[in-house]
């Protein structure tokens, strides 16, 4: 058991917040975490500050180790070094480094790592843009590299399969959980089942003392009331008969001050914050938009060539209607195609005349950047302010987001804006590209929770084993230039 990494003093500040908070982190030969927290705590940051690619004044790393680093997209460029064994596994034989997918160019970052002999790994998102297949390899690789891991993801299956340890960051503060991803998530409901029982038995006790703090003060009323009735005849008494009596006033006096000292025992109360509530959501759908066709979308035998490409011949589907449609296969199958050729319309595939369609794509959103968020949400929206509410609360939008201009927001924000959005609007049928990508997963399983319980029809695209065996009731893989059904 060696140490590998000691750091000290990680303070970072924005805009006055502090962003981290940590004294020390240690990180030994030993360690496979994951390190898991809301959009925009600082993870990728944390990552870079350990590795000495970000410096912060006071921090000290002392680094007993190498490392290598799997950055996420947008960071890095390539050298052509790398292991052409591990670069032929994950497909990549004649790819050129210029004309990269998105998972070609996650695939040679991970085998740039993988191809290196170091004492760690850190890798930020790895399973971004990769397939399934490309995942499985890549947690086959690491389950057998016999260093440290400090990972950053959204996907609960990867988590599962390659780490024992979890690191919370919250509120600019690191919490140390043992076990993997589902271990953490069982740890953090026995939590919050704890503090919710602690808070009904404060709740309780509050509500005890405001009883008896009423009860003391109508005692005291009272005790005045008559010291005033019986203030002129006591005024005629002989004193020395009256002399071996409680002073005037001394029990009220006494009541009071029992009453005053419950009121502070209360207020001390009300600073225990309440648990977090399992939010569940309510969708709905207007009559007019009803659906009667029992399969509103259709594809017979249809055809497509990208450039030179041949994606689809002769390939039939059907989407029945109100289910939750999955769309799996490796990446370049044709994915995406078969979205764009559903909205299109295009040769071969046929749409109720009463399809409204709602579409999430990976990219190339337009909005306003001036607009507010809930200004936003309520544009082509038939749901009420709270309901809005609940639903952005649920994605980790808290009060003071709610006036916020969407120019300020993160890019994961926006992505968890836009399909809170997409799930309220005026749609009977929702088409989701990859709808998981670079959500945190807090916001992932309130995704989740809300694909369940839409009333609508959802084909969804997504290489994320744990929402495709939550959400789908139906799974079609697209393979051989086919559409396969397999669920």
Partial sequence: MDLILKAKNINVEYTGKDVLSIEELELYDYDRIGLVGANGVGKSTLLKILLGLSIIPGCVINCLGNFTYIPQLDEATFREEIDYAIRGKLGLEQVEVKTMSGGEETRLKIAQALSKQVHGIFADEPTSHLDRKGIDFLIGQLKYFSGALLVISHDRYFLDEVVDKIWELKDGKITEYWGNYSDY????????????????????????????????????????????????????????????????????????????????????????????????????????????????????????????????????????????????????????????????????????????????????????????????????????????????????????????????????????????????GKYNILLMDEPSNFLDLQSLEALEMMMKEYKGTIVFITHDKQLLNHVADVVYEISDKKLHLMK
């Avoid at 794509?361 to 949400?377: D, I, P």
Wanted: with cysteine; aromatic share 6%; charged share 30%.
């Fill in 185 to 424: 998530i069982y740890q953090k409901e026995e939590e919050r089942k704890s503090q919710t029982a602690k808070y009904e038995q404060i709740v309780a006790e509050r509500d005890r003392l405001e009883m008896a703090v009423q009860e003391k003060r109508k005692q005291a009323a009272k005790l005045d009331q008559k010291t005033k009735g019986n203030a002129k005849k006591n005024n005629t008494e002989n004193g020395g008969r009256l002399a071996h009596q409680k002073p005037i006033g001394s029990k009220q006096k006494t009541l009071y001050q029992a009453a005053k000292s419950m009121e502070h025992r209360m207020e001390a109360l009300s600073e225990i914050e309440a648990p977090e509530v399992n939010r569940t959501i309510r969708f709905r759908q207007s009559s007019a938009l009803e659906l009667h066709n029992p399969y509103p979308i259709m594809g017979s035998e249809i055809n497509k060539r990208y450039d030179d490409k041949l994606l689809f011949e002769q390939a039939s589907f059907r989407i029945p209607l109100g289910t939750k449609v999955a769309l799996t296969g490796g990446n370049g199958t044709g994915k995406t195609t078969l979205f764009q050729m559903i909205m299109n319309q295009e040769e071969g595939i046929t749409i109720s005349p009463k399809a409204k369609i709602g579409y999430f794509a990976q990219n190339g959103y337009k909005y306003n950047r001036n607009q507010q968020v809930m200004e936003l949400m309520q544009e082509d929206c038939d749901y009420n302010v709270s309901e809005i509410r609940s639903v952005l609360a649920s994605m980790g939008f808290d009060q003071k987001d709610i006036g916020k201009n969407l120019s300020v927001l993160s890019g994961g924000e926006i992505i968890k804006l836009l399909l809170a959005k997409m799930l309220l």
